[in-house]
């Protein structure tokens, strides 16, 4: 479908800067109370993965917001679950992403929103915008189908990899069960780079994918929320996003340009002469 479709006169770029508005609220938000001092909610699959007063203040901000403007679109969010809409778009929202370094004091954290079209499923869906907003970082990336990817009002591009090598990004599950696994999968990827990264926030992971800050990404684990914005600001920028293992428990997302795309492609896959 393309963006004349999208209904009620509205093109993906419209989307995009409501996109980037409320992401911009959301961070400014975000910033404040962690100014104020964070205070721990809750924790989710294990005792890593925490939840903030904040990552549940900021959805409401963004829920609120985005009912008010686009009642008819369906909402799926991190900590306040999904509902469906009638519209055939779908946001996907993850209110604080990196929720860890947030807790920590580390500035790598971002406000993650995505429009999405079709079933508000990442297997089938098709992004059509998308912003990503480190407000510690002072930076907001945006994208919108057919329309790039761009940082600030600098289009962006991805990489085409590196004689040296590729500065690759990573992350780990909160599991320490899984971390066997995701280590022996580092060792793998380690002969196609020429470093490793591990930010603590998958959004700003694949943005800077866009950016040509890293030249790849993989990451097992990720949830819908963590990848939806970030993996649009990658196509938009000119890359390539894969899943693989859709029906395992930690499917596995790569991505980069081209080249660093399948490279990395080959290596999962199992192809040792990658
Ligand atoms: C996490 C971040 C982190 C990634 C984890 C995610 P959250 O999201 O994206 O970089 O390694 O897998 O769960 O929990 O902070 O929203």
Not at 83 to 98: E, F, H, K, M, N
Request: hydrophobic share 45%.
């Amino acid at each position: 479908m393309t963006a004349a479709n999208l209904g009620d006169g509205v093109s993906a770029a419209d989307l995009g800067e409501l996109a980037a508005d409320i992401a911009r609220e959301a961070g400014d938000l975000a910033r404040r109370r962690r100014a104020e001092g964070v205070a721990l909610a809750a924790t989710k699959s294990t005792l890593a993965d925490i939840v903030t007063d904040a990552d549940r203040e900021v959805e409401q901000l963004i829920r609120e917001r985005l009912h008010r403007e686009r009642p008819d679109d369906g909402f799926f969010g991190e900590e306040s679950g999904a509902a469906r809409g009638s519209s055939g778009l779908t946001w996907v929202v993850d209110p604080i992403d990196g929720t860890v370094n947030y807790a920590y004091g580390i500035a790598t954290y971002s406000v993650s929103i995505a429009v999405v079209e079709g079933e508000p499923d990442p297997l089938s869906w098709q992004g059509v915008a998308a912003a990503v907003c480190a407000p510690a970082l002072g930076e907001l990336f945006t994208a919108a189908r057919g329309e790039g990817a761009w940082l600030d009002g600098i289009r962006l591009s991805v990489t085409e990899g590196n004689p040296a090598g590729a500065l690759l990004g990573t992350g780990f599950g909160y599991d320490p069960a899984t971390h066997e696994g995701d280590l022996a999968l580092v060792r793998r990827v380690m002969r196609m780079a020429r470093d490793l990264r591990r930010m603590g926030s998958a959004a700003i992971d694949l943005s800077y994918v866009a950016a040509g800050r890293l030249d790849g990404f993989f990451e097992r684990g990720l949830n819908p929320w963590d990848f939806a914005a970030g993996a649009l600001i990658v196509e938009e920028a000119g890359g390539a996003v894969s899943r693989f293992d859709v029906d395992a428990p930690r499917p596995l997302l790569i991505a980069g340009g081209r080249r660093v795309h399948d490279r990395l492609r080959a290596i999962v896959e199992g192809d040792g002469s990658a």
